[in-house]
């Protein structure tokens, strides 16, 4: 079958290779993929600043159809259309495994960078990490039920927006878009979305299209005074950072209320971020992190995404036949494609 492989370490090292077809061993199930959307941390294991361990196939954010059950599948059938959880080779005995928070085990793998992922004609996987989805939801939408689970576990199980909030989201890429929708059906009347005099072209321009109309550009406007209007001089109740930027991180206080509350979505790539700190003190935030999803979230996602209350489907620019990976990865680092979504086979 045809794969996209990192092939060794190193920057680049990425082609499309014919490798073994898998076998689904005891509790798996083999997949047809039908679609896999590309996450920034495909684009980080290409430039090698993830961790990996090759050779690996990439992408973890799949869905497609169960085409084979292996030994003791007990819940999959044959042609269940799935999407599925990231979580593999968490070990199910530590404390944070039993806590109910495998996405953080010690031994979790998530395909596409740890075992083989999705960006391939089939995949094997565990039955117990997979979700059925409707039977008349797209396959786009299917693709980005993956990256929407995370903004649902960080906005409503985690730092819990609730109706009538204020929210102020950082960085329009794919994530701050995401959670902007994610807020705006959690119930947020204002949703307030900042970026840099780069997201113009594509990523404001989204989010208007999205009817998202307060959109602030850093440089043509003072974003503080922006949400200080909008909010009568009291500051957003929730802020939300995708950034990524140490200045945008070290900004969120100047945003919040007091008591209010900061979502931590975005990575640096292990920049040094320096804070101030007494004005975090002095407002008494609540700052929430979070990484990767939690089982909650992912029929919550597919049901937003479903009915229409999270088009996050709208987001993909880009949708190409795996040998086109190239191109897709080159659009997004170069801020000319939002979501991108490889077709296998």
Not at 84 to 101: D, F
Not at 231 to 246: K, M, Q, R
Not at 308 to 313: I, M, S
Request: net charge negative; aromatic share 6%; glycine share 10%.
């Amino acid at each position: 079958m045809k794969a996209l492989v990192k092939t060794q370490k190193g920057v680049g090292f990425i082609e499309v290779r014919d490798v073994p077809e898998p076998t689904p061993g005891p509790g798996e199930v083999k997949i047809k993929v039908e679609a896999c959307g590309i996450c920034g941390s495909d684009i980080h294991v290409r430039h090698d600043s993830f961790p990996y361990w090759p050779p690996v196939i990439l992408g973890h954010e799949f869905t497609g159809t169960v085409v084979e059950l292996g030994p003791d599948c007990q819940h999959a059938t044959l042609g269940d259309r799935i999407v599925a959880e990231p979580h593999t080779l968490a070990c199910g005995q530590c404390a944070l495994c039993r806590t109910g928070n495998v996405q953080i085990c010690p031994s979790k793998r998530s395909p596409g960078w740890g075992i083989d992922g999705g960006m391939a004609e089939y995949i094997c996987y565990p039955e117990r990490l997979l979700h059925t989805i409707p039977d008349d939801m797209s396959w786009d939408q299917a693709a980005v039920v993956e990256p929407t689970a995370n903004a649902v576990t960080d906005l409503l199980l985690n730092t819990r927006v609730t109706p009538g909030d204020t929210v102020v989201v950082l960085g329009p890429g794919p994530i701050g878009l995401m959670s902007a929708m994610v807020a705006r059906a959690a119930g947020a009347t204002q949703v307030i979305i900042i970026g840099t005099p780069g997201d113009v072209d594509l990523r404001i321009r989204a989010a208007n299209e999205l009817g998202f109309a307060d959109t602030v550009v850093l440089g043509e406007q003072d974003p503080i005074a922006f949400v200080e209007e909008r909010t009568n001089g009291l500051g957003a109740d929730v802020v939300v950072e995708c950034s990524g930027a140490p200045k945008g991180i070290a900004s969120t206080v100047d945003f919040v209320r007091k008591r209010g509350k900061i979502c931590a979505i975005g990575l640096t790539g292990n920049r040094p971020v320096e804070l101030p700190w007494d004005k975090f003190q002095f407002k008494v935030v609540d700052v929430h992190f979070s990484l990767s999803t939690e089982y909650e979230s992912w029929d919550r996602t597919i049901a937003l995404i479903h009915s229409g209350l999270v088009p996050a489907e709208k987001l993909i620019t880009h949708r190409e036949p795996l040998e086109n990976w190239e191109q897709v990865f080159d659009a997004i680092e170069n801020l000319q494609a939002l979501k991108g979504v490889l077709i296998p086979g």
